[in-house]
T-cell receptor, first 113, second 114 residues
Framework: QKEVEQNSGPLSVPEGAIASLNCTYS??????FFWYRQYSGKSPELIMSIYSNGDKEDGRFTAQLNKASQYVSLLIRDSQPSDSATYLCAVITGGKNGNQFYFGTGTSLTVIP | NAGVTQTPKFRILKIGQSMTLQCTQDMNHNYMYWYRQDPGMGLKLIYYSVGAGITDKGEVPNGYNVSRSTTEDFPLRLELAAPSQTSVYFCASSPTRGGHNEQFFGPGTRLTVL
């Protein structure tokens, strides 16, 4: 079982709609969760971090964490064509080497004008 | 701050050649990481370091070596390059390994082995 799993997509939404990206993780003791955005040919950049159950909002982005279900999601409101990118979910887990980052394979999002 | 810098940006190697990918960070971060990303795939950890003089293997270390003589630098060495090492390589750093601290990525090195 992979540490972090994401639906690879592609996910297409019309401009102005809400895009919903989902991620599940396997290590129940994971404490820190991140969403990175990666444009084609570029490096990942952090857009959201969340550490506690519930919602965390930052502008058009909302991260949701449910530790009981081992589920973290990212909602993008009023989606814009500039949001078209691959979104990587990352989790810090216990792991065999202590706390370690694990990345999902990413979900490709296309926002259609 | 320049953040995390990587050189070169692009490189083409012949099978069997060797090279070193350079990575430098100026944020005084203790932890540094090397990842590879194959087309359409996620990031796979090659090696990481928790501080100067300390390195450890990640998920895909075969064919690579690292060293960490200073806090700032974390070079990745490829010996006997193979086509399977064609990939984009990202270096990253973070203030601590666990806790709440995110990783900051360099711009990447695109390597092709022919």
């Amino acid at each position: 079982q992979k540490e972090v799993e994401q639906n690879s997509g592609p996910l297409s939404v019309p401009e102005g709609a809400i895009a919903s990206l989902n991620c599940t993780y396997s290590d129940r003791v994971s404490q820190s969760f991140f969403w990175y955005r990666q444009y084609s040919g570029k490096s990942p950049e952090l857009i959201m971090s969340i550490y506690s159950n519930g919602d965390k909002e930052d502008g058009r982005f909302t991260a949701q964490l449910n530790k009981a279900s081992q589920y973290v999601s990212l909602l993008i409101r009023d989606s814009q064509p500039s949001d078209s990118a691959t979104y990587l979910c990352a989790v810090i887990t216990g792991g065999k080497n202590g706390n370690q980052f694990y990345f999902g394979t990413g979900t490709s999002l296309t926002v259609i004008p | 701050n320049a953040g995390v810098t990587q050189t070169p940006k692009f490189r083409i190697l012949k099978i069997g050649q060797s090279m070193t990918l350079q990575c430098t960070q100026d944020m005084n971060h203790n932890y540094m990481y090397w990842y590879r990303q194959d087309p359409g795939m996620g990031l796979k950890l090659i090696y990481y370091s928790v501080g100067a003089g300390i390195t450890d293997k990640g998920e895909v270390p075969n064919g690579y070596n690292v060293s960490r003589s200073t806090t700032e630098d974390f070079p990745l060495r490829l010996e006997l390059a193979a086509p399977s090492q064609t990939s984009v390589y990202f270096c990253a750093s973070s203030p601590t390994r666990g806790g709440h601290n995110e990783q900051f990525f360099g711009p990447g090195t695109r390597l092709t082995v022919l």
